[in-house]
């Protein structure tokens, strides 16, 4: 398999740590959705990234749909439940974390489009975002496991670290670890784990601002 995007984008991160988690051997080609834009453009028509082209050829796009396919080919050692209450909480988890993504994304790129931003909008995103991070600090301090659901990590623990480290990255001025000392902790374990210090690049600022995400 080859995935194909930078690990600086926390989309293309997820799918990086889980195939490492799960033992899958891939290559891995950083194109970026901006300056490798046409290339990317052979994989998928909506020039994001993360794209996933499987052995035989077939290209899988989107982080959620890439990572459905991979918890199918790992069966039991899928990294989410497969039905339930658990599946239920672990989706909601890693949907919060993937939309504090998204507008974190678009914060940094209403940014850097304009010279005058649109107050309305990035005060709306920053709201979003500071949002968001208390409810995924008071889930963690209802979990008492290692990780979000036992041992090992899963898909949400994947989510909310790579959210985490894209917001230190690209928003310094909104991350204070010491409002979330929870996920702190969590995310510190997670990234001293061999599967997530494999895909870590540090975060550049793009140089147009093409929306790219997964």
Not at 56 to 64: F, K, M, P, R, W
Request: hydrophobic letters at 45%.
């Amino acid at each position: 398999m080859i995935l194909v995007g930078p690990y600086d984008s926390p989309f293309v991160r997820r799918v990086a740590v889980a195939l490492n988690i799960l033992g899958l051997r891939y290559d891995h080609h950083p194109w970026s959705a901006f300056g490798d834009a046409e290339r990317v453009a052979l994989l998928n028509p909506l020039r994001r990234v993360p794209a996933l082209v499987l052995d035989g050829g077939e290209v899988l796009i989107d982080s959620t749909a890439i990572l459905d396919h991979l918890d199918e080919i790992a069966g039991e050692a899928r990294l989410i439940a497969s039905g339930g209450p658990q599946r239920r909480t672990a989706l909601r988890v890693c949907a919060i974390a993937t939309g504090l993504c998204d507008k974190m994304v678009s914060l940094l790129y209403e940014q850097l489009r304009h010279d005058t931003v649109f107050d309305a909008w990035t005060a709306r995103c920053r709201f979003q975002i500071e949002a968001a991070i208390p409810a995924l600090e008071t889930a963690r301090a209802e979990c008492e496991t290692p990780f979000w659901f036992g041992p090992t990590p899963g898909h949400a623990d994947i989510a909310v670290t790579c959210a985490l480290r894209f917001l230190a990255e690209a928003h310094p001025r909104l991350d204070v670890p010491a409002r979330r000392p929870r996920l702190a902790s969590h995310a510190a374990a997670c990234e001293a784990m061999p599967a997530f210090a494999a895909a870590v690049q540090p975060f550049t600022l793009p140089r147009t601002a093409t929306v790219v995400r997964g």
